[in-house]
């Protein structure tokens, strides 16, 4: 090599000590907590509040913050819906309200409306139901 | 070294070394999916082929990142870098295969262009953990694209050797777009300590092997003779050249290599016409220099390789006082006879 192919090639590898290990550490930093696994989710504390359901693919659990009720739901397992739509029943006739969505595996915390008496989740596309249990 | 071009300039060499890189390639990509099946067997055949393909290029990717240096520090890794072409070409398809495979599973579905999609479908350019980072893969990727096509030596003589090398050169920043890729993509997804701190090593391993090496042969560059007198610089005794090898040498900035051959002493330019490799780390074989990268050749006395090549490496005037042996600071054009200086 030339002399100036051998500065070049020092420059460029200076220049990428100093940037690459800066930006590496940064995304590390940024790495979200709980972290998901291929086989099952791995959360760092266990749910709070009280457990609802709780099987291999999900759990949910019901949280109450002064009169304020929330749900949280547990992905642990990749969906095998297409479309996966919660619902939150009432007593009122027993009228549904949309309470969110979920997708991947994750946790996913709602609020749900006052007098909700169960929770349904289900699949709009293949119209059935994922879950519906009573609270 | 070849007089037409061929697809492949296979020899018994390089035969060897495809069939090793095949071997190792099947090895790894079974160990793969046999470690995948026995963890998780609900990962489905499109994510297999990816992450499968998408380690192996990254694995072959930093193999050829440490030849170079390692070359350069150890002549044993020199056939190596002789083969190196083939394993960087392999490296490209097993990138190609992972962000094809990527492209189609996760882009080609919709109804908008995959390449588009690509760069649309997430627009957090602004945030470094939802970073669209798909779109530092297909940057690589196509600079992978370019090195591959253009490793041929069609394309170095066409391109200029200067040209080529510069392409070549992107290898680097494609090296760093690719550990963010990963960094911001598959370990933001699923981080394992073991991985991150694997492709982190692996990183700053290749980044002080490579100035390591370059800061050494600052050394050599910065090797001044003592002696100057009238233009000519004192370059060593007789005896400290070995016949049939070169004496290498700093002269204005650039090295020189001195050969000593059949009772006589020539020196011509160190850096060889193919891609610049050190001729004066090569060795005098049939009464020719032979570069240690590719084995070109070039007559030592003119500095022209043999009939029917054309490459031209500048000669320089050797003289001799003593057992003491001096060389002028002038270069002469390429190719340019020099008597040689006679023991």
């Not at chain 2, 262009?113 to 970073?131: G, H, K, W």
């Not at chain 2, 598959?186 to 391993?205: D, E, H, R, T």
């Not at chain 2, 090898?245 to 002269?251: M, N, P, R, S, V």
Request: glycine share 6%; net charge neutral.
């Amino acid at each position: 090599m030339t002399s100036d192919l051998r500065k070049a090639h020092k420059i460029i590898w200076m220049m990428l000590l100093l940037t690459v290990p800066v930006a590496l550490v940064f995304a590390v930093l940024e790495i979200r907590t709980p972290v998901i696994h291929d086989n099952d989710l791995v959360l760092s504390e266990a749910p709070s509040g009280s457990i609802v359901l709780d099987n291999e693919s999900f759990s949910m659990s019901i949280n109450k913050v002064g009169e304020i009720h929330s749900l949280q739901v547990v992905v642990k397992r990749p969906l095998k819906s297409p479309s996966a739509v919660i619902y939150g029943t009432t007593s009122e006739e027993n009228r549904e309200y949309f309470v969110g969505t979920i997708a991947e595996k994750g946790v996913y915390d709602f609020q749900l409306n006052d007098g909700t008496k169960g929770i349904r989740i289900y699949d709009a596309i293949k119209e059935k139901d994922i879950i519906n249990t009573e609270l | 070294m070849g007089l037409n071009y061929e697809l492949v300039l296979w020899n018994k060499h390089k035969k060897k070394y495809d069939m090793w890189i095949v071997f190792g390639i099947l090895i790894y990509l079974l160990t793969f999916v046999a470690i995948t099946l026995i963890t998780n067997a609900e990962t489905s055949i499109e994510t297999l082929i990816i992450r499968a393909f998408g380690t192996l290029a990254l694995a072959l990717l930093h193999v050829i990142l440490v030849i170079g240096p390692l070359a350069r520090l150890n002549k044993r890794f020199l056939p190596l870098l002789y083969n190196r072409r083939h394993l960087g070409v392999s490296m490209f398809l097993a990138s190609l295969v992972h962000g094809g495979f990527s492209m189609f599973q996760f882009h080609a579905l919709g109804d908008v262009n995959p390449i588009y999609s690509i760069f649309t479908s997430n627009l957090e350019y602004d945030s470094l953990v939802d970073f669209p980072f798909q779109t530092l893969g297909f940057f690589a990727l196509i600079i992978f694209f370019l090195m591959a096509s253009t490793s041929h030596d069609f394309w170095l003589k066409n391109l200029s050797p200067k040209t080529w090398k510069r392409l070549h050169m992107m290898v680097y920043p494609a090296y760093a777009l690719v550990i963010l890729h990963v960094f911001l993509g598959a370990f933001q997804q699923q981080p394992a300590l073991g991985s991150i701190g694997l492709l982190g090593l692996g990183f700053v391993f290749i980044a002080f092997l490579h100035l390591y090496t370059g800061f050494k042969e600052r050394k050599v560059d910065r090797r001044k003779s003592k002696v100057v007198e009238e233009g000519w610089e004192f370059v060593c005794e007789i005896d400290e050249i070995p016949e049939d090898q070169a004496k290498i040498f700093t002269l204005k900035k650039e090295r020189i290599a001195v050969f000593k051959y059949e009772n006589r002493l020539s020196a011509i330019a160190n850096v060889c016409k193919h891609q610049g490799g050190p001729l004066g780390e090569g060795k005098v074989v049939d009464g020719c220099v032979t570069c240690p990268w590719h084995g070109y050749q070039y007559l030592p006395h003119n500095g022209q390789s043999p009939p029917p090549f054309t490459e031209k490496v500048a000669t320089y005037r050797l003289k001799k006082v003593g057992s003491k042996i001096y060389v002028h600071q002038e270069a002469f054009p390429e190719g340019t006879a020099v008597e040689p200086v006679i023991l």
